[in-house]
């Protein structure tokens, strides 16, 4: 799993998360920014992308634009973990290629709900 | 559109803080005296009117919040040096519930990335539209204001 926020606090947040949640992950790296995450994408396996939007260097829309273009990652899904936005920005993120948006703040479960619903399975192991 | 109300500020700050950080703060009608250092973040936004949210606190309510957020002790080394980092991301969280909450979520909004600066001094008042204070379970002040551009 990649977690994606140019805060180090919401990444850490997002790790703890997951952890209450109960979800059994592999593995968690983190990145900055897209730009950063898109490196971390060339250099492991990754299931499932937890993508901020508002971020320096390369936003998450821009982030999700370019993994859909790219064969290698168009599979990867990504979920967008943003603050509250309106309706049209949710929708205009979902039409770029991203598969959830999960509204900051949120709970454990929540996050487990949807990054099960994303995934199709519970419990497993997931990278 | 009626104009906001520090009520307003004081719920979804006060929210926010439960959410992300699970704090129970309460309202503060009076506004606090530095005694000193302060942390200000602040984060433009873009809507049917542009202005700025403005978060003021002091570097123990910051480590309280960073804390909390993260699950650890206030006390660890951790606690203090995320509580920049911590603080930003609440304004972040503050702006986006603020942007849907007051110009509603059908309307187009864009928010700033946060800024945050250390003052060794209590800053000058700067203009705002309306603030509002919450004190942590510490008793350690967070103040959330709103500077709204004029129609």
């Known amino acids: ?127 | 559109m009626t104009e906001p109300t520090p009520e307003l500020l004081t719920d979804i700050l006060g929210r926010v803080l439960e959410e992300s950080a699970f704090i129970l703060a309460e309202p503060d009608q009076e506004p606090p005296r530095w005694g000193g250092a302060v942390l200000r973040a602040s984060i433009a936004f873009e809507s049917t009117r542009g202005g700025t949210l403005r978060i003021l606190t002091n570097p123990q309510a910051a480590s309280e919040i960073a804390a909390n957020m993260l699950g650890i002790d206030q006390g660890e080394e951790e606690a203090r040096s995320s509580g920049r980092a911590a603080v930003s991301e609440l304004l972040n969280v503050v702006g986006g519930a603020f942007l849907t909450r007051y110009f509603g979520s059908a309307v187009p909004s864009q928010l700033g990335l946060p800024d945050t600066e250390l003052l060794a001094a209590p800053p000058p008042d700067a203009h705002r539209t309306c603030a509002a204070t919450v004190r942590l379970e510490s008793g350690e002040p967070v103040v959330l204001e709103l500077d709204l551009e004029e129609r």
């Open chain 1, 1 to 127: 799993m990649l977690v994606v926020d140019d805060s180090p606090v919401t990444r850490k947040m997002v790790r703890r998360a997951l952890g209450l949640c109960g979800l059994e992950v592999a593995e968690v790296h983190e990145a900055s920014d897209g730009a950063e995450a898109l490196d971390k994408l060339g250099q492991h396996h990754i299931d499932l992308v937890l993508a901020d939007i508002n971020m320096p260097v390369m936003n998450g829309i821009e982030l999700v634009e370019h993994m859909a273009r790219d064969p290698d990652l168009c599979t990867v899904p990504v979920i967008i973990v943003a603050t509250p936005m309106s309706q049209d920005r949710v929708e205009h993120v979902l039409d770029k290629g991203a598969r959830a948006y999960l509204a900051k703040p949120f709970r454990p479960e929540a996050l487990r709900d949807v990054v099960v619903q994303i995934l199709g399975t519970q419990g497993g192991s997931h990278d």
